[in-house]
């Protein structure tokens, strides 16, 4: 490589370091800071076309318009789901309990495909050796861990048991209970229209704790 392809190369990879900036920007925080599986391929793709596009010099402007079609794809999906929760259900992951009241799910273990030495990894990662320790382990969309320790337990249940006015089916079975319970009782309630509720959760003295966009409201299951 000679001295000006050098340089080129050089000013070449300080206009991507800000192109890609830019598009991490336009993307949202979300993107960088709580990448699903979907996000993250996302962005590795587009890693990819950047260093193509650093050492591949005569591509550069097919490499760039690449990259701008999948920020302009990736936003249009995230509008689509913001705008439609029920295809957001469908396309995102969502939370698994693997540990509830000392109590490890197998069947949600082996459906993720997560072995106990990897388990046991994540407690010693939280400081917790022995599982009678933990009232809830969830892991997260993100592949995160959330713990919650017996030695300072919750009653609100940690999962929604419904977001945008849509039921949480996995959630529910969690706490024994299914979509009819739940429909049942919200026909009871005075909480205004189903579609209202941004999300919902169970406390386990009885009561649903209700949020809408305009208040917070505990009903009591008598």
């Known amino acids: 490589m000679d001295l000006m392809a050098g340089f080129q190369s050089f000013i070449f990879a300080v206009f991507i370091y800000f192109f890609v900036l830019i598009v991490f920007k336009i993307m949202g925080r979300r993107e960088v800071g709580q990448l699903s599986l979907f996000d993250f391929a996302i962005n590795v793709v587009i890693g990819n076309i950047a260093a193509s596009a650093i050492t591949q010099t005569d591509v550069l402007m097919e490499d760039l318009f690449g990259v701008v079609a999948l920020v302009a794809l990736q936003i249009i999906m995230a509008k689509i789901q913001l705008n439609f929760p029920k295809i957001r259900h469908k396309v995102d992951d969502f939370p698994v309990l693997l540990i509830k009241d000392g109590t490890i799910d197998y069947e949600d273990l082996k459906k993720h495909r997560i072995q106990l030495d990897e388990l046991h990894m994540l407690l ?40 945008s006015g849509i039921a949480k089916p996995y959630a529910l079975k969690s706490i024994q209970k299914n979509t009819a319970w739940l429909y049942e009782h ?12 941004q999300y919902m959760f169970y ?9 809408t966009q305009v208040d917070r409201q505990e009903f009591s299951l008598d």
């Open 124 to 163: 010693r990662q939280e400081g917790i050796v022995d599982i009678e320790e933990v009232q809830y382990m969830i892991i997260e969309q993100n592949g995160d861990c959330s713990l919650f320790k017996t030695s300072a337990p919750t009653d609100l249940f940690p999962l929604p048991i419904m977001v």
């Open 186 to 197: 919200l026909d009871k309630l005075p909480y205004g229209e189903r579609e209202q509720i």
């Open 203 to 211: 406390d386990q003295r009885e009561k649903l704790i209700v949020h």
